[in-house]
């Protein structure tokens, strides 16, 4: 559960100069600590994600430097504030190059798993979506359709990343095309989740996500098997988180309650998975998930795995390959073997025996 630290709002126009906020908001107002905490679930079940990293070009990376761990909490606010500032220049830059007529940008500094992290997204200042001198004064109903951007740092991962230990992906960003990119584009954010990354989790944050809920082996086995088929299904082709969503929660058991069965999306966009809304099924990757390849200078083979089974486990008898892990034997069962390839194995066995003899 997120906690929040600091939240401050800012309003962007196109036509005319930001209204900037002149201090933080008061985290002991119930109805503006709902806003803050509805905006990061919000953002968390979001499926239109991407990750990455700063470019390294731009003021905003620069700038959050100063956002140093080691500040006293009122320096850390009065820094906090001249960051989201200096970025509210930034988006106007870059909007009014656009179609966007803009709306409040809303920058939450919170903590999640022990690191601190900052977000900051756009909510369009509609009818439903009204603030007074740039404070919320009654409960905002935050929904899907109005969060439509949004950046998340990891500024932990970003500072470890500084000195060269965090290699890994420490933002996280909502918005891609001609519409959206001038708001990721004044965070200097840069995609760096590649289709053979995406494919490569898949089954990873399934399995995973299946094991919270004691899913026995023999449906994890079916779930994967579901996974890999929709791939293959689709090689080339863009394939879809919410897809992969739904095969996760069919293969929930029945006692899962409805939020739960709601998870999967959330859950598979922890900073360990990454997971994107789309991603191309790159054949290569693909293949690897679905076959196993082993070669030797006497022998290779190439098979489905979904035509391999285990010796002595009664769901896999009937699996035409069967691995003994007692042994290492793979014993390939007679109906596997054509009349031509029968025939070539008695006609070498054969020759073999005669000069034996």
């Given amino acids: ?21 002149g201090e933080l908001l008061n985290l002991d107002n119930e109805i503006i600590l709902k806003l803050a905490k509805d905006l990061v679930k919000i953002k968390d079940g979001r499926t239109a994600v991407l990750w990455g990293q700063f470019k390294g070009s731009g003021d905003f990376p620069l700038k959050l430097k100063e956002l140093d761990a080691e500040l006293k909490e009122d320096e850390r606010s009065v820094k906090l504030l001249e960051l989201t500032e200096h970025t509210m220049g930034a988006l106007y830059e870059e909007i009014v190059h656009t179609n966007s007529k803009g709306g409040y940008i809303c920058f939450i500094e919170y903590e999640s798993f022990l690191d601190c992290r900052l977000m900051a997204a756009m909510i369009t200042n509609t009818a439903g979506v009204k603030l007074t001198n740039l404070k919320p004064t ?28 965090f290699k890994k992906n420490y933002l996280s960003f909502i918005g891609k095309g001609t519409h959206t990119d001038y708001f990721t584009n004044a965070f200097d954010c840069i995609n760096k989740i590649t289709p053979a990354k995406a494919v490569n989790k898949a089954p990873e944050v399934l399995k995973d996500f299946l094991a919270q809920f004691y899913v026995d082996n023999t449906t994890q086995k079916s779930a994967r098997a579901q996974l ?7 090689i080339g082709k863009e394939v879809h988180l919410a897809k992969i969503d739904e095969i996760a929660v069919s293969n929930l058991p029945a006692s899962c309650t409805d939020e739960e069965k709601q998870s999967f999306i959330a859950f598979s966009k922890q900073d360990k998975y990454e997971m994107p809304a789309t ?13 196993i390849y082993y070669a030797t200078d006497a022998f290779n083979f190439n098979f489905d795995l979904e035509n391999i089974g285990l010796v002595g486990v009664e769901a896999d ?36 025996e005669d000069e034996n003899d």
């Fill in 317 to 352: 008898s009937n699996k035409p390959i069967l691995f003994n892990k007692d042994n290492d034997d793979v014993i390939i069962r007679g109906r596997m073997i054509t009349p031509e390839v029968r025939a070539a194995i008695i006609q070498v066995t054969l020759l073999n």
């Fill in 1 to 21: 559960m997120a906690s929040i630290k600091r939240f401050v709002i800012h309003e962007l126009f196109k036509d005319k100069k930001p209204d900037i906020a």
């Fill in 279 to 291: 991603f191309e099924a790159r054949k290569s990757n693909v293949e690897k998930l679905a076959k």
């Fill in 138 to 165: 009654k409960e905002v109903h935050v929904d899907l359709s109005k969060l439509h951007q949004a950046v998340d740092i990891n500024v932990s991962g970003y500072s470890k990343s500084i000195k060269g230990d």
């Fill in 228 to 234: 890999v088929k929709y791939l293959s299904d689709n």
